[in-house]
């Protein structure tokens, strides 16, 4: 606890962010799932009415869920690991143990003695018979890749094992699987905090002439100076980052869509980036906006801030339909209804964040899915959830005679309290050239 509240509260600095030593990470980490195995993982079981939840996984072929419960001094699996999660049936009280060889790290005793009983699959058997389940509850998914993880292997080693009448007690835990991915805790949201803070001055300072010098600095050269900051920082990146640029002249209006790009930054662009990292178990996904001052120039053109500011609207027009039970596919089709009566034109494909940058959850659009995601996003909207809030919005500029796409992108919260962006959202440009608020004229 004390290493965990070091980190909550030191002060950071875009010079210096404080990143945790591995050691201490590891702590925290076990701190977090110390939390959501005692406080979480009960609820849930009694929400799916599940009476034991089998993972079975093999080393450097890891179901997404174990990944999430891995001890933070391992990188992988070893041999075939089995966890197993088994309810009381009076208490709701969770016991988990490890059907492998050695403990599963701290939480997961082994209850295995391969001496008295070679076979891992017949005592896995016993085990689960000396529980008497009326459901048992295994990684398989149509709809969730992350809760499809139970390889065909291990489904028959498993099934072969276990008499015929529990054979048929099997059952897909996707709907646990998904609640146990998608579900933050308290210490994770004081973590997620801290995370989308480290991201934005990272963007902060890559949108800067630290980093820019108009009319030299390539968008590519942006990209691989954040790569190269978060490895100097001793972090990582879920995805590639871009950097792409609008201006008023022949430019692309789509940031993705394979055609040649600008590469040079001049005086007058509009800049984009598209950047998230991986720290202690979790992920951000941010898209914010920079203007390059021209000589003489003191802040963006007003046009330009009331295109971001028609982006943040779209942005409140979302997430203001958010509802516990709605689903992604309803709240989309009510936003996208809501912004077009508004004379907006906008685009909405928000996913779920957190322990996967694309994680599971309800989905809310996809870039070429506007009319809903079948399945996914039929998924209902559930309290202590994150996502990406992703999206944009077209807006004509008669000062460049042409359309631009403010393309935005922020980590969210949904609680009991309603919607909260983790550390703030952009609602005004980032200068690249500014002068800092302390310099005079």
Same mark, same amino acid.
């Given at each position: 606890?004390?290493?965990?509240?070091?980190?909550?509260?030191?002060?950071?600095?875009?010079?210096?962010?404080?990143?945790?030593?591995?050691?201490?990470?590891?702590?925290?980490?076990?701190?977090?799932?110390?939390?959501?195995?005692?406080?979480?993982?009960?609820?849930?079981?009694?929400?799916?009415?599940? /009476?034991?939840?089998?993972?079975?996984?093999?080393?450097?072929?890891?179901?997404?869920?174990?990944?999430?419960?891995?001890? =933070?001094?391992?990188?992988?699996?070893?041999?075939?690991?089995?966890?197993?999660?088994?309810?009381?049936?009076?208490?709701?009280?969770?016991?988990?143990?490890?059907?492998?060889?050695?403990?599963?790290?701290?939480?997961?005793?082994?209850?295995?003695?391969?001496?008295?009983?070679? /076979?891992?699959?017949?005592?896995?058997?016993?085990?689960?018979?000396?529980?008497? =389940?009326?459901?048992?509850?295994?990684?398989?998914?149509?709809?969730?890749?992350?809760?499809?993880?139970?390889?065909?292997?291990?489904?028959?080693?498993?099934? !072969?094992?276990?008499?015929?009448?529990?054979?048929?007690?099997?059952?897909?835990?996707? %709907?646990?699987?998904?609640?146990?991915?998608?579900?933050?805790?308290?210490?994770?949201?004081?973590?997620?905090?801290?995370?989308?803070? $480290?991201?934005?001055? $990272?963007?902060?300072? %890559?949108?800067?002439?630290?980093?820019?010098? =108009?009319?030299?600095?390539?968008?590519? /050269?942006?990209?691989?100076?954040?790569?190269?900051?978060?490895?100097?920082?001793?972090?990582?990146?879920?995805?590639?980052?871009?950097?792409?640029?609008?201006?008023?002249?022949?430019?692309?209006?789509?940031?993705?869509?394979?055609?040649?790009?600008?590469?040079?930054?001049?005086?007058?662009?509009?800049?984009?980036?598209?950047?998230?990292?991986?720290?202690?178990?979790?992920?951000?996904?941010?898209?914010?906006?920079?203007?390059?001052?021209? =000589?003489?120039?003191?802040?963006?053109?007003?046009?330009?801030?009331?295109?971001?500011?028609?982006?943040?609207?779209?942005?409140?027009?979302?997430?203001?339909?958010?509802?516990?039970?709605?689903?992604?596919?309803?709240?989309?089709?009510? !936003?996208?209804?809501?912004?077009?009566?508004?004379?907006?034109?906008?685009?909405?494909?928000?996913?779920?964040?957190?322990?996967?940058?694309?994680?599971?959850?309800?989905?809310?659009?996809?870039?070429?899915?506007?009319?809903?995601?079948?399945?996914?996003?039929?998924?209902?909207?559930?309290?202590?959830?994150?996502?990406?809030?992703?999206?944009?919005?077209?807006?004509?500029?008669?000062?460049?005679?042409?359309?631009?796409?403010?393309?935005?992108?922020?980590?969210?919260?949904?609680?009991?309290?309603?919607?909260?962006?983790?550390?703030?959202?952009?609602?005004?440009?980032?200068?690249?050239?500014?002068?800092?608020?302390?310099?005079?004229?």
């Amino acid at each position: 606890m004390r290493v965990f509240l070091l980190f909550l509260f030191v002060t950071l600095s875009l010079s210096a962010q404080h990143i945790l030593p591995l050691r201490e990470r590891a702590a925290a980490i076990e701190a977090v799932q110390e939390e959501r195995l005692n406080t979480l993982l009960p609820k849930l079981m009694a929400e799916n009415d599940l /009476d034991l939840w089998v993972l079975i996984t093999r080393e450097y072929n890891e179901d997404p869920v174990v990944r999430t419960l891995l001890p =933070p001094t391992w990188l992988n699996a070893r041999r075939r690991t089995i966890l197993v999660f088994a309810k009381d049936p009076k208490t709701g009280a969770v016991e988990r143990v490890a059907m492998t060889r050695y403990a599963f790290g701290k939480f997961f005793p082994s209850v295995w003695n391969k001496e008295k009983q070679p /076979d891992q699959w017949q005592a896995l058997a016993d085990y689960i018979l000396a529980k008497a =389940p009326k459901k048992i509850g295994i990684n398989t998914s149509e709809g969730y890749g992350i809760a499809d993880g139970l390889a065909h292997t291990d489904y028959q080693g498993l099934y !072969s094992a276990l008499p015929p009448r529990y054979r048929q007690r099997l059952v897909s835990a996707e %709907a646990l699987a998904v609640a146990w991915i998608e579900t933050r805790t308290p210490k994770e949201m004081l973590l997620f905090q801290q995370l989308t803070e $480290i991201t934005h001055r $990272i963007i902060a300072e %890559a949108f800067s002439t630290e980093v820019i010098t =108009p009319g030299v600095t390539t968008t590519e /050269d942006v990209v691989w100076w954040l790569r190269e900051k978060v490895s100097g920082l001793g972090l990582d990146t879920w995805f590639h980052p871009t950097v792409d640029v609008q201006r008023n002249e022949a430019s692309d209006l789509y940031a993705f869509d394979g055609q040649q790009k600008l590469d040079v930054i001049q005086a007058g662009d509009l800049l984009h980036c598209d950047f998230g990292i991986t720290y202690l178990t979790l992920n951000t996904d941010c898209q914010e906006l920079a203007y390059v001052l021209r =000589p003489g120039e003191k802040k963006a053109p007003a046009y330009l801030e009331a295109a971001l500011a028609a982006g943040n609207r779209v942005q409140d027009l979302f997430t203001d339909r958010f509802k516990t039970g709605r689903t992604g596919n309803a709240t989309l089709k009510m !936003s996208l209804d809501a912004g077009r009566a508004e004379g907006l034109r906008p685009h909405i494909y928000t996913h779920p964040l957190g322990t996967y940058g694309h994680s599971a959850g309800t989905t809310f659009g996809m870039w070429d899915a506007q009319d809903g995601v079948p399945g996914n996003g039929d998924h209902p909207l559930r309290e202590n959830t994150a996502y990406a809030i992703e999206l944009n919005t077209k807006v004509f500029l008669p000062e460049w005679d042409k359309d631009i796409r403010v393309m935005l992108e922020e980590p969210g919260f949904w609680g009991s309290n309603g919607f909260r962006y983790i550390h703030g959202r952009q609602t005004q440009l980032l200068l690249v050239g500014g002068q800092g608020s302390h310099l005079g004229e």
